[in-house]
């Protein structure tokens, strides 16, 4: 058989004749001026960025962020602060030109064109020139942005006290409290969520952020009527709504909660 009897050759037209096979440049007359991106650049750069992500990782192994207490809307004075990465969107927010009325150009409009331009830059400056000096746009508005953001950032956290913020608000740990099994069928239950307990002292008596904890109390069932009509300390009066026997139910229920935790303990 002669070679190629039989065989028929097709041509495709979306492929164009003169089509060659991508080939990288050759840079070796530019020694260290330019290189390919592929995979020569952007390999560089996945180093570098797996260099600083494994630094970052074991900065906040060896000094973890300090947590705080449970957040009281009634403790008026609390100062809430962002992260430290958005202190300086805290502070420009502080300015008349992004507060108030014009809220939106501070928290929107401004950040929305920072961070824009910085995604959008490969796409908007395709000048052939890398040496900062040769691009002064760039360079200009880069160091204007680096200047800005660090500024920014020292102000919002020049006049915190960090140190008597951090000790003001150490997390409250809870006290070890035995578990108790809730009898959520019992009346004196029922009485507890009619009558808002539960939104302070929490569904299984232990507190919350706004009212300690029932368990583990020593009053009697008269102490704990005359509470929950008198009030005591920051409790007001008058939180109990209902008849003499009910609320005598209400304390019955929460004696004998406590009296099972005794007996747990």
């Not at 947590?67 to 420009?92: I, R």
């Not at 003001?168 to 029922?190: C, F, H, M, R, W």
Request: glycine fraction near 10%; charged fraction near 25%.
């Amino acid at each position: 058989m002669k070679r190629g009897k039989g065989m028929k050759f097709v041509g495709d037209s979306r492929v164009t004749a003169d089509k060659k096979k991508f080939i990288p440049k050759d840079y070796s007359e530019f020694p260290g001026r330019t290189e390919a991106f592929w995979p020569n650049y952007l390999l560089k750069e996945w180093l570098v960025g797996a260099v600083f992500i494994i630094g970052f990782l074991c900065l906040t192994i060896a000094h973890p962020a300090p947590l705080e207490k449970m957040a009281d809307p009634t403790d008026t004075s609390y100062l809430p602060l962002p992260d430290w990465y958005f202190l300086f969107l805290y502070q420009l927010l502080k300015y008349k030109f992004a507060s108030a009325q014009f809220f939106v150009l501070g928290a929107i409009v401004i950040p929305g064109l920072a961070f824009g331009g910085l995604l959008l830059a490969p796409f908007l400056d395709r000048g052939k020139e890398r040496r900062p000096h040769k691009r002064p746009i760039a360079t200009g508005l880069m160091i204007l942005s680096f200047i800005a953001v660090f500024w920014l950032t020292y102000e919002a956290s020049a006049h915190v006290d960090w140190e008597e913020k951090a000790e003001n608000n150490k997390p409250e740990l809870p006290d070890d409290q035995p578990t108790v099994e809730i009898d959520e069928s019992d009346p004196g239950y029922a009485l507890y969520e009619e009558n808002s307990c539960i939104n302070c002292h929490g569904g299984d008596l232990t507190g919350g952020g706004a009212a300690p904890g029932l368990i583990g109390m020593e009053h009697g069932v008269d102490e704990i009527k005359d509470i929950a009509v008198n009030g005591v300390g920051q409790m007001p009066a008058d939180q109990f709504q209902g008849t003499e026997e009910e609320l005598q139910q209400l304390a019955d229920f929460i004696v004998s909660v406590n009296e099972q935790a005794a007996e747990e303990e």
